[in-house]
């Protein structure tokens, strides 16, 4: 029924509401006063156009949103199969170690061998990672400040991927499915991740067991860390050798798209430029899907296999993610092909209730037995550590800013965002193993 003075007191709470920019309360009071029958005034009629323009800017916007979205996943299924018939035939070839070159990592990177099984680490090559670096934080930069036009709780979403990644440090594992946790990621761990894979392609090299022709499945891939700790040392081995003609097929395994989506948009806009000839396949999904796995990866195709950090804290995880690899390691890696693990020394130690103790007889008992779980037989070995020895270093702040290389370009970020009083330096603490299958 309509009732002019319930009508008139309508239009006067909406006036209100506009004027003080209640939103909200003016679309409802606009709704009943559609609802009574009245005649719409002036204001009414101009506010409901505006909402009428804004919905249809909102699906413009979300359309051309989608078609990004939908233009980047086809670019991002590339077929190993249809690349390789478009580059025709490869000779497989296997880098052969340059001794200029090795010695040349190895004086950048301070890298001393402590023992048959330990190196430490302290150094960088700072022509490649400062560049990289300094693109990887105006790349986060530009990415947070386009964000913050966006949306209006970003200092919120923010604080949600950094509190999930900070689990890390109490020893749980996180979720990285925040809407930002992948710029968090990317200023947090990328940067010591990368320096990691980097030594780790690095001894493969300097073992003569990094092909020209190489197929690569990265499990739990995040970013694509291991692609470009590859890219970093290829750059790096380019003023020492004419590199022969390279063939790369990336293949990522990972749950969260966003990881992978953000990793190859730096990719393209950093590692590309460099002519870096690789080629990537992304398959969005968990490693704990076994049935559609067995059906999407290739068979005997892959030269290597690379664990970088995805093993589990809690038993129960662990247990069922061995069991996944073992079968992956079986079906898909190449009667030749190896397997690259790189395990935190905690992750590796704790489940077999050892403790951290400066004893290489030990240590070669745990990873054989690692390796065994896997259904694996061991190549070889080598302990990273920044500091040089086994045991935990009694300041490692102070050790750290005396001797480790600082992120220059991330730390700020780091300190912002993370409220934290301190340098990111780059360091390791890793045990990178080569593996076969038995």
């Known amino acids: 029924m309509n009732n002019p003075l319930a009508n008139w007191w309508r239009s006067v709470k909406f006036n209100e509401a506009v004027k003080s920019q209640n939103n909200g309360l003016a679309k409802k009071l606009l709704k009943e006063i559609q609802n009574s029958g009245a005649k719409l005034s002036w204001e009414e009629k101009l506010f409901k156009d505006q909402l009428q323009l804004e919905k249809l800017l909102a699906q413009k916007n979300n359309r051309i949103k989608e078609g990004d979205r939908q233009l980047a996943e086809l670019e991002m299924q590339l077929s190993f199969g249809e690349l390789n018939d478009s580059l025709g035939p490869i000779d497989e070839l296997t880098l052969f170690p340059d001794a200029k070159f090795i010695e040349y990592i190895s004086k950048s990177f ?13 150094g960088i090559d ?4 400062n560049n990289f670096e300094q693109h990887l934080s105006g790349f986060i930069k530009n990415d947070l400040n386009k964000l913050s036009r966006e949306k209006n709780n970003i200092d919120s979403l923010l604080e949600q991927a950094v509190d999930d990644i900070q689990k890390l440090k109490e020893g749980q594992d996180p979720q990285y499915n925040f809407e930002l946790s992948p ?13 990691c894979t980097y030594l780790a392609w690095f001894l493969i090299y300097k073992a003569g067991l990094l092909p020209t022709k ?38 990522s395994l990972e749950q969260q798209k966003a990881f992978q989506y953000r990793g190859l948009q730096f990719w393209r806009q950093y590692m590309e430029p460099q002519a870096m000839n690789a080629y990537f396949r992304f398959d969005t999904s968990s490693i704990f899907d076994r049935d559609s796995q067995s059906q999407r990866l290739p068979k005997k195709f892959f030269d290597f296999i690379v664990i970088s950090h995805c093993f589990f804290n809690d038993e129960e995880g662990r247990e069922k993610s061995h069991h996944i690899y073992n079968d992956i390691f079986t079906n898909s890696l190449t009667d030749s092909g190896h397997v690259l693990l790189i395990i935190q020394e905690k992750k590796l130690l704790i489940p077999y209730k050892v403790r951290r103790v400066d004893n290489a ?22 302990y990273l550590s920044s500091t040089g020895s086994r045991t935990s270093h009694p300041n490692f702040g102070k050790f750290a800013k005396e001797h480790l290389p600082v992120q220059e370009f991330i730390s ?6 993370f409220k934290l009083p301190y340098d990111l330096n780059y360091g390791v603490d890793d045990y990178v193993i080569l593996a076969k299958k038995r």
């Not at 499945?217 to 291991?226: E, Y």
């Not at 700020?412 to 965002?417: D, G, K, S, Y």
């Open 110 to 122: 301070k890298l001393i061998e402590c023992d048959q099984s330990m190196i430490q680490c302290t």
């Open 126 to 129: 700072d022509k490649v990672f």
């Open 183 to 195: 710029h968090i990621y990317l200023m947090r761990y990328f940067l010591d991740n990368v320096y």
């Open 214 to 251: 190489v197929n690569i499945l990265d499990i739990a891939a995040g970013p694509g860390t291991v692609a470009y700790g590859l890219g970093l040392l290829l750059q790096s081995s380019s003023e020492f050798f004419a590199t022969p003609p390279m063939h790369i097929s990336y293949y």
């Open 361 to 382: 007889q030990q240590e070669l008992g745990v990873v054989k037995q690692f390796v065994a779980d896997l259904g694996l037989n061991l190549v070889w070995y080598k």
């Open 412 to 417: 700020p970020l780091f300190r912002q965002h």
